[in-house]
């Protein structure tokens, strides 16, 4: 609660605290969970840091209750289900950077129920609990389109036991499937109506390729190591494939169930990440089903007689991982909530997002010295955090890349047509050569940079400039560069020769 009440909002939050102000059944980047998330929050506690991240709060104490629950009904072992209840929280990313609100923090608790609802179902051989599979399955595709990673598991699940034909008999199963899509209807119907907007998104972000790069790779891994633990990634995977090779081996549903829920995505996003940056959340769904597979494989290595000195060595390195984790989220907090110090310089991942005030304070002023009624942006990033600052009292519209704000509400326009506006640009997105400002008509009057700084280091430069002889286009044709939206690899631009480079498309 300290965590999320004092760190800044970082841009996609204040991006995705956006939507939760318009009513619209989906948006070209997500599906709408994380936005009626965000809304649950900002209803108890206002427009505030703790507001926007109230839910992702909840939804870590959810997963953890999932997750004991699910390692009780399996082992019957107290020890195992300390262990899952801990492992979360010696793990960075669940342990603290959850309450970073993002489409994933919506997808894990409703993935974790899917998982859990199965194992009831194995556990009670009660075929209506496919029902609720099916509608927390729902609920993630809801939260973001990578829940469909879990279909190979739940597929092996139900096909690779000798219980194969019951269910291919059995109406439940399929039921549960309609119940999902039923769920999934609102990104349908949206969808349906904007020429399928968010899945060519998508589409074209999952199929971007680049040449081979060793780095993304190592990427990808370092930030499993920092994000998950640098002892309990070696574990919670060791554990998966002793679980994998329990579950295929035996026909053992729940193992067969948990060991896929991880290995299938695991193996997708490190195929990816051979040609193009991962992002750090995007795995982050799948890692609670490891914990607990973790956790029941201690258990289990005593069932099945393993050497005492096996099951000793698990033992001490869950531990190692519990105490290590910990203390490691321990130092993180302080680092960014207590001490003043800045040791990444302007790569610092929360920095790097912090001090937008800054640059607030400085369009504050120029808005009166200018005499402007409305702000202009160029990126969507800048446009999430001035509309957070200001809080609707002075329109803020992002004017390119429309096709992101399909069906949102009118900003004010009666302050905009026929007034100066205020350009707020961070370099070099306010360069001139941007193909977007010829097919306008506006003047452009530079007043000042700006620098946005954290503990010492710049961290951004915005440039702020006098708008006048244009009114935006709010809803301009799917062919004009107003429009497009770009696709940035892995969430940031990725250089290629030397140069940073966007890949840009439309939707029509």
């Known amino acids: 609660m300290t965590y999320a009440s004092l760190i800044d909002l970082r841009t996609d939050e204040a991006y995705y605290w956006t939507w939760s102000k318009e009513n619209v059944l989906c948006f070209l980047d997500h599906p709408p ?3 009626w998330f965000i809304r649950f929050g900002t209803a108890i506690f206002g427009d505030t840091n703790l507001g926007v991240r109230f839910a992702g709060i909840l939804a870590m104490l959810v997963t953890q209750l999932l997750l004991a629950d699910m390692v009780r009904r399996v082992t019957h072992d107290l020890r195992a289900v300390v262990i899952v209840l801990l492992l979360p929280e010696a793990a960075l990313y669940y342990g603290l950077l959850m309450a ?3 489409p994933d923090v919506a997808l894990i608790p409703f993935a974790t129920a899917m998982v859990w609802a199965l194992v009831r179902l194995w556990e009670s051989n009660d075929a209506r609990w496919w029902l609720a599979a099916g509608a927390f399955g729902g609920l993630a595709l809801l939260s973001k389109f990578t829940a469909v990673m879990l279909i190979p598991a739940l597929l092996a699940f139900m096909l690779v036991p000798d219980w194969r034909w019951r269910w291919l008999r059995s109406p439940y199963p399929w039921a ?6 039923a769920l999934f209807t609102p990104v349908l119907i949206w969808n349906a109506g904007h020429d399928w907007a968010s899945f060519r998104f998508q589409f074209v972000r999952a199929t971007a390729t680049h040449g081979w790069s060793l780095r993304t790779v ?10 998950v633990g640098f002892i309990s990634l070696p574990v919670v995977l060791s554990a998966l494939a002793l679980t994998a090779w329990r579950g295929y081996r035996r026909s053992d549903a729940t193992a067969i169930l948990l060991s896929t829920c991880v290995i299938v995505p695991f193996g997708y996003f490190f195929w ?5 940056r991962v992002g750090d959340t995007w795995p982050m769904f799948m890692w609670p089903v490891g914990f607990a597979a973790a956790a029941i494989n201690i258990t289990m290595l005593q069932r099945e007689g393993r050497p005492a000195a096996m099951i000793r060595s698990a033992v001490s390195w869950s531990v190692a991982a519990i105490a290590s984790g910990i203390a490691f989220v321990v130092v993180v907090f302080f680092y960014y909530v207590v001490t003043p110090w800045n040791f990444i310089g302007s790569a610092d991942p929360v920095g790097g997002e912090a001090n937008y005030e800054q640059v607030v304070n400085r369009a504050q002023v120029e808005l009166q010295n200018t005499g402007a009624t409305w702000i202009a942006t160029t990126d969507y990033r800048t446009y999430a955090m001035l509309r957070w600052f200001f809080a609707d009292r002075v329109p803020v519209i992002q004017i390119n890349e429309r096709g992101r704000y399909l069906g949102f509400r009118d900003p004010g326009m009666d302050l905009i047509k026929g007034h100066a506006g205020l350009y ?10 941007n193909p977007f400002w010829a097919s306008t008509t506006a003047i452009r009057e530079p007043l000042e940079r700006v620098q946005r700084s954290w503990r010492g280091s710049v961290m951004d430069t915005y440039a702020l400039e006098k708008l006048t002889g244009w009114t935006p286009e709010l809803s301009p044709p ?11 690899a892995g969430e940031v ?4 020769d030397g140069q940073s480079f966007v890949m840009t498309a439309s939707v029509r």
């Open 424 to 433: 707020v640009g961070r370099e070099p997105d306010n360069r001139s050569s």
């Open 478 to 488: 799917p062919d004009s560069p107003l429009y497009k939206w770009r696709v940035l």
């Open 176 to 181: 549960a499937a309609l119940i999902a899509v």
């Open 218 to 227: 190592g990427d990808f891994i370092g930030l499993q190591f920092g994000l």
């Open 493 to 496: 631009e990725m250089p290629r």
């Open 272 to 276: 990816r990440s051979l040609t193009l």
């Open 33 to 35: 969970m994380i936005a």
């Open 100 to 102: 970073k609100v993002s």
